[in-house]
């Protein structure tokens, strides 16, 4: 009679599994609330103690761990010296192994760390050209199609089970060895980057290319709890300019709108609660204007519950995807007549703590650029100090900024995006664009710039679009001639002492 022994965390599907063995003639030999849960469910079980003669100690620390249940794993069947072992100790062969863990990522911490678990799926991980082994609850049917079939399984499916046996073994000590590593240093001299593809894409960034979304070990991560209500399936740019736009707007505490175009941000607004009968659907009208060019097929985030007013306005722009927290049913509905649109509802993004990129043959790992608002470590350098006014926007430019691809000039006025400058070889044409998109409209506003300027000539760019305040990191040798040039136009500047790269 062959032997499957049942240990597992995650219960569900393993009872059907336990009957099919036991009317195909298996023997099942369990422990502690599987044991329990098998009983419960008609399943005749040989306890793990009536085996090995010790029952668990150590508050169930140890419960399999012991000879009597490793033998009859790891022996080689083929093997006449194995088998005598066998028969001197009078230890029955084990057949199949049925095993899932504790669940670490769900709580990291020691309790959580399983030994026994990990232990016996190594084990007939090893022989599996003897012994089966099961961690998944979803194969348990192919498992026991197989018994009902043959009586047993072939070598190619035990094959195919102990490597993805390795592979949970793998990742689950990799989630660990990371939670370790956390705990001591964020850019740790061993970096354990363990992920588990979750998401499959249309395509990448170009349809000849494949895509996927992967989650790292022991992460936690928005998407996972994201609801897409409509539209096609999200490809690879997709999910990257969603995840750009989200993280810009929930850094908003009014109601905001942020509209992404290849991760930059081509429109931005705030609006009061107070100021609109609809101020959502107002920042959205807001950040639309700033560039209505780029703005079509561009991602829309938004950082409140999105009404019928709203959507309508939305249903009108060609737009790729919108995220938000919730939706009324009455715009779910408007918005779900365009086929194509994605719509999403999401928490809050997790605030991150590494960035990491490919570089040949490794990784480009640095912590997270998280911006500060902390006035106490910013100086007014000119002669001319910014207005109440002027600090509201100054502390939004100065976060929409971050967000854009540098070099980055951002023009804003009253919470609103009028030109913004992303990602050019230097900082004069990025300012030009700013001050071409802005078109006049950033008059007596604000100008932030990512990074100092070298020369004055972008702070004279900026002066020509009117605006009346700027605010950017500081630290260059010509400080003195941009100052200077600042109090020539009557500018007000701020200096954080902290720039803003994004590349």
């Known amino acids: 009679m062959p032997t499957a022994l049942i240990s597992v965390f995650d219960k569900s599907g393993v009872a059907d599994l336990a009957r099919t063995l036991v009317e195909c003639g298996w023997k099942i030999l369990s422990s502690g609330g599987t044991a329990t849960a098998l009983r419960n469910d008609g399943v005749p079980v040989t306890d793990v103690a009536d085996l090995t003669g010790s029952g668990a100690i150590l508050g169930h620390r140890v419960v399999t761990l012991h000879p ?17 072992d066998l028969e001197r100790l ?33 084990g007939a991980a090893k022989n599996h050209a003897h012994v089966g082994v099961v961690v998944r609850p979803g194969d348990y049917e192919r498992v026991a199609d197989a018994i009902r079939t043959d009586g047993a399984l072939s070598a190619e499916l035990r094959r195919d089970l102990a490597t993805i046996a390795f592979a949970v073994t793998r990742d689950y000590d990799a989630a660990i060895v990371g939670w370790l590593s956390e705990s001591s240093d964020a850019l740790p001299d061993r970096l354990v980057l363990d992920a588990t593809k979750v998401q499959s894409l249309r395509y990448g960034e170009n349809p000849h290319q494949q895509g996927a979304r992967y989650r790292f070990a022991g992460a936690t991560s928005w998407w996972d709890f994201a609801v897409q209500h409509g539209g096609k399936e999200m490809s690879y740019l997709n999910v990257y300019d969603t995840e750009a736009a989200w993280r810009l707007v ?15 941000p081509c429109g931005v607004a705030s609006v009061a609660p107070d100021e609109s009968a609809d101020s959502l659907a107002e920042a959205y009208r807001r950040a639309n204007a700033c560039d209505p060019v780029s703005a079509f097929g561009g991602i829309v985030a938004l950082n409140s519950t999105v ?4 959507a309508t306005s939305l249903a009108d722009v060609f737009t ?54 902390d006035r106490s470590s910013w100086r007014v350098v000119t002669k001319v100090q910014p207005t109440d006014e002027q600090w509201l926007d100054i502390e939004f430019a100065w976060k929409v900024c971050a967000a854009v691809s540098s070099n980055a000039i951002v023009y804003v006025k009253d919470r609103q995006a ?10 004069l044409d990025s300012a030009r664009i700013a001050t071409e998109r802005s078109a006049g409209r950033a008059n007596g506003g604000v100008a932030a710039s990512d990074a100092f300027f070298p020369f004055r000539d972008g702070l004279d760019a900026a002066a020509a679009a009117g605006v009346s305040a700027v605010i950017q990191p500081g630290g260059s040798v010509r400080d003195d001639e941009v100052i200077a040039a600042a109090d020539e136009h009557g500018i007000a500047m701020v200096f954080t002492g902290e720039r803003h790269f994004r590349h």
């Open 68 to 84: 009597s249940i490793h033998a009859g794993i790891l022996a080689d069947l083929s093997d006449p010296e194995h088998m005598a």
């Open 250 to 264: 929930n850094t908003f505490a009014d109601p905001s709108c942020v509209i992404v175009k290849h991760a930059n």
């Open 320 to 373: 790729e995807v919108v995220v938000a927290p919730g939706y009324e049913p009455e715009a779910l509905t408007v918005l779900a007549a365009k086929k194509n649109l994605r719509v999403l509802s999401a928490p809050q993004p997790s605030r991150q703590q590494r960035d990491v990129r490919p570089v040949d043959g490794g990784l480009l790992v640095q912590t997270t650029d998280h911006v500060g608002l």
């Open 418 to 427: 009028f030109g913004i400058g992303a990602g050019q070889q230097n900082r």
């Open 90 to 122: 009078g230890i029955e062969p084990i057949s199949l192994v049925v095993v899932n863990l504790y669940p670490f990522d769900s709580n990291q911490s020691v309790e959580l760390i399983d030994v026994g678990g990990p232990t016996m799926v190594r």
């Open 307 to 310: 009404t019928i007013e709203l």
